[in-house]
């Protein structure tokens, strides 16, 4: 499950349970969607979001666990496009919430939780204690639209390359070099307070939320295409 917390113009959003690994299954989506939901709701010129968690993982992937205990091939098969579907809901959210994003990787992020980090404008990680591993090759699934295309936007070219067709386990200083987040810490308080940090001093540019997410919508065009995100016309204050 997940929390949400308001201050001021700050939202936090803290993944909660499971052990510390957050996988994602259906509760844990639906919890996080809502959540951003209410961020959406509740916006104003101003506003930021911030998302941390607890314990080893920031996020460890699909709960796998849930879509193995099906009774049946074809259950299995379902259950598991049905993660995919809540994934893909989970990007369209993020992109377009009205607001800047953060996201504070303060333990390992995996497959699906490399996909709900580089959901976010910025992404803090530990300096040594976090990796970016994306397991598809190792388990033979094929990552599908839209999350090629969301790589495509936040990744550049070999740094691409070795996160999905080398399977490498992505250090947070590697990350940094590589141009996949914007800075690392030493510790989880760190990069807590860090990205918390960020976002209050976005928050305090005080930036219009449907100008903010019309732009990010251009920087991310092809993405928006395929999630079906059409832009529109806002009038010039």
Same mark, same amino acid.
């Given at each position: 499950?997940?929390?949400?917390?308001?201050?001021?113009?700050?939202?936090?959003?803290?993944?909660?349970?499971?052990?510390?690994?957050?996988?994602?299954?259906?509760?844990?989506?639906?919890?996080?969607?809502? #959540? =951003?939901? %209410? /961020? *959406?709701?509740?916006?104003?010129?101003?506003?930021? !979001?911030?998302?941390?968690?607890?314990?080893?993982?920031?996020?460890?992937?699909?709960?796998?666990?849930?879509?193995?205990?099906?009774?049946?091939?074809?259950?299995?098969?379902?259950?598991?496009?049905?993660?995919?579907?809540?994934?893909?809901?989970?990007?369209?959210?993020?992109?377009?919430?009205?607001?800047?994003?953060?996201?504070?990787?303060?333990?390992?992020?995996?497959?699906?939780?490399?996909?709900?980090?580089?959901?976010?404008?910025?992404?803090?990680?530990?300096?040594?204690?976090?990796?970016?591993?994306?397991?598809?090759?190792?388990?033979?699934?094929?990552?599908?639209?839209?999350?090629? #295309? =969301?790589? %495509? /936007? *936040?990744?550049?070219?070999?740094?691409?390359?070795? !996160?999905?067709?080398?399977?490498?386990?992505?250090?947070?200083?590697?990350?940094?070099?590589?141009?996949?987040?914007?800075?690392?810490?030493?510790?989880?308080?760190?990069?807590?307070?860090?990205?918390?940090?960020?976002?209050?001093?976005?928050?305090?540019?005080?930036?219009?939320?449907?100008?903010?997410?019309?732009?990010?919508?251009?920087?991310?065009?092809?993405?928006?295409?395929?999630?079906?995100?059409?832009?529109?016309?806002?009038?010039?204050?």
């Amino acid at each position: 499950m997940c929390s949400l917390e308001k201050r001021g113009n700050l939202f936090i959003l803290i993944l909660t349970g499971q052990n510390g690994e957050h996988r994602l299954n259906p509760n844990l989506f639906s919890s996080i969607i809502s #959540a =951003l939901s %209410r /961020a *959406k709701a509740e916006s104003t010129r101003g506003s930021a !979001l911030v998302t941390v968690s607890h314990g080893k993982f920031f996020c460890n992937g699909f709960d796998l666990d849930w879509v193995n205990a099906a009774g049946s091939d074809e259950e299995t098969q379902q259950r598991f496009n049905l993660l995919l579907d809540y994934l893909k809901q989970l990007v369209l959210a993020f992109i377009s919430l009205p607001m800047p994003t953060i996201a504070a990787v303060n333990g390992h992020a995996a497959a699906g939780g490399v996909v709900l980090a580089l959901c976010h404008d910025y992404v803090l990680m530990r300096r040594h204690r976090s990796v970016l591993y994306m397991i598809d090759l190792d388990l033979g699934i094929k990552i599908p639209e839209p999350f090629m #295309a =969301l790589f %495509r /936007a *936040k990744i550049l070219g070999s740094a691409r390359r070795d !996160l999905l067709l080398r399977g490498l386990k992505i250090k947070g200083e590697e990350a940094l070099k590589m141009g996949i987040v914007a800075a690392v810490y030493d510790g989880e308080e760190e990069v807590t307070n860090s990205g918390i940090e960020m976002a209050d001093d976005l928050a305090k540019r005080n930036w219009h939320g449907e100008f903010y997410v019309e732009i990010r919508k251009g920087l991310y065009s092809e993405l928006c295409d395929i999630l079906g995100i059409a832009s529109k016309a806002i009038a010039t204050p």
